[in-house]
């Protein structure tokens, strides 16, 4: 079902209450396992939360190419701008400039060497 629609969430509703077959089926992708004999409002929940799921994904995706194209548009595609796009989109980046304790690029505390406070 993957190779065919990899974005169309998978719901299993079985008649063997197995945890090792629920437990294989979320580990290779099912969005949900739910055993036989089904309440309605367990599979409606379970329906309506795959696919809002799908719709936020598609979302993160089309904002994403978005945001892709408006910084290449803003900062270039050289090597240097796209390794650096690439990893601040990977999380490597503590910030736009410095620390998160608000330093300076040279590691100064942002308060400066005078500042009372401890």
């Known amino acids: 079902m993957r190779a065919c629609a990899p974005d169309v969430p998978v719901v299993i509703l ?24 089904a309440d309605f409002e367990r599979v409606s929940l379970t329906l309506r939360q795959a696919l809002e799921k799908r719709q936020l994904e598609a979302e993160v995706r089309r904002v994403s190419a978005a945001l892709d194209t408006s910084l290449e548009a803003r900062f270039g595609t050289s090597p240097a701008i796209r390794a650096v796009i690439g990893r601040n989109a990977a999380g490597g980046a503590d910030g736009p400039v410095g620390d998160r304790a608000g330093g300076d690029r040279h590691g100064q505390d942002a308060r400066g060497p005078r500042d009372p406070r401890p």
């Not at 090792?20 to 979320?26: G, N, P, T």
């Not at 580990?27 to 739910?34: L, V």
């Open 14 to 37: 079985s008649g063997h209450g197995d945890i090792a077959a629920a437990v294989e089926a979320i580990k290779t992708g099912a969005f949900d396992y739910i055993e036989k004999p």
